[in-house]
């Protein structure tokens, strides 16, 4: 195939391979990271807007730093 890509069937089902032989990551994998980045990014925006509200509370404009 002209992507260099490789499909094996194994018992637990169709594996898709990478044309160095990696495994491509299945579909409940890729939903996991995406949820564990997407939690990564909120706690990130969380802390900041926590530390933003300190900053005003101190009387600093966090805008202007």
Do not use: S
Not at 15 to 36: A, M
């Amino acid at each position: 195939p002209i992507l260099g890509i490789r499909f094996e069937m194994f018992e637990e089902g169709l594996e898709v391979f990478y044309p160095d032989g990696e495994r491509f990551k299945d579909p409940e994998t890729l939903f996991e990271e995406r949820n564990q980045a997407q939690q990564e990014r909120d706690q990130a925006q969380q802390e900041r807007d926590r530390a933003f509200a300190r900053l005003r509370e101190l009387g600093i404009d966090p805008t202007q730093l």
